[in-house]
């Protein structure tokens, strides 16, 4: 079946950039998803990319897709402290679900 | 970003009752909603897939005489989790499909005591 991966923490200081990678299995793919989980909340979407780009950029959000590979990145320029939370990725194939990967936590130290 | 809300945001209840979760679209009409189950430090885990006017689809394991969904308008659905055991304790999270995107409420945490 399809998985999609995640490495588990990153820790950053506060004004880098961070970079979440994420791979997936699911050649199929159309959408690929960012979502932000804050300590007992929901999930909060972030940014999408269709499967046919290479890049999005919304604001302080990039998303770099190589489809090739099957990887897809989110990178935060000026990593504040409120960035700090869970960023799962997301994979949509041809059904209406969404797969999740595991989850990155990213701690931001002043 | 669309407005999802949950009700109730947490609840507590006694081993064998019923428990009805409610999953609203505020600010646009969605024919397709979902359930999902999280467990602490881990990933979400669909349990199924809710349609409006029909019968929700169930992923494989997950029990739907336990887990009953019903999508009666555009805007709601609900999951009523039955006799409910204390290993159905869980954060509970819908989403409802807008186009491409889906936007999530803000959970419901079960505790079964």
């Known amino acids: 079946g399809e998985d999609v991966e995640q490495s588990l923490f990153l820790s950053v200081r506060e004004g880098d950039s961070s970079v979440i990678n994420c791979t997936y299995t699911?050649?199929?793919?159309?959408?690929l998803y960012w979502y932000k989980q804050e300590p007992g909340a929901g999930l909060q979407l972030l940014t999408y990319?269709?499967?046919?780009?290479d890049m999005k950029q919304d604001q302080r959000l990039t998303v770099l897709l190589n489809k090739k590979d099957k990887h897809l990145s989110l990178r935060i320029a000026d990593t504040q402290t409120g960035d700090s939370a869970i960023y799962f990725c997301?994979?949509?194939?041809?059904?209406?679900?969404?797969?999740f990967g595991t989850g990155t936590r990213l701690q931001v130290f002043p | 970003g669309a407005v999802v809300s949950q009700h109730p945001s947490w609840v507590i209840c006694k081993s064998g009752t019923s428990v009805k979760i409610e999953c609203r679209s505020l600010d646009f009409q969605a024919t397709t909603m979902f359930w999902y189950r999280q467990f602490p430090k881990q990933s979400l885990m669909l349990m199924a897939t809710?349609?409006?006017?029909?019968?929700?689809?169930?992923e494989q394991g997950v029990e739907k005489d336990k887990f009953l969904i019903n999508h009666a308008s555009l805007t709601l659905s609900t999951l009523t989790v039955t006799s409910a055991h204390p290993e159905d304790s869980s954060f509970y999270i819908c989403s409802a499909r807008r186009g491409h995107e889906q936007f999530f409420g803000p959970g419901t945490r079960l505790t079964v005591l």
């Open positions: 997301a994979e949509r194939g041809n059904t209406d679900k969404l797969i």
């Open positions: 809710s349609n409006e006017g029909s019968k929700a689809t169930y």
């Open positions: 990319i269709f499967s046919n780009m």
């Open positions: 699911d050649s199929s793919s159309t959408y």
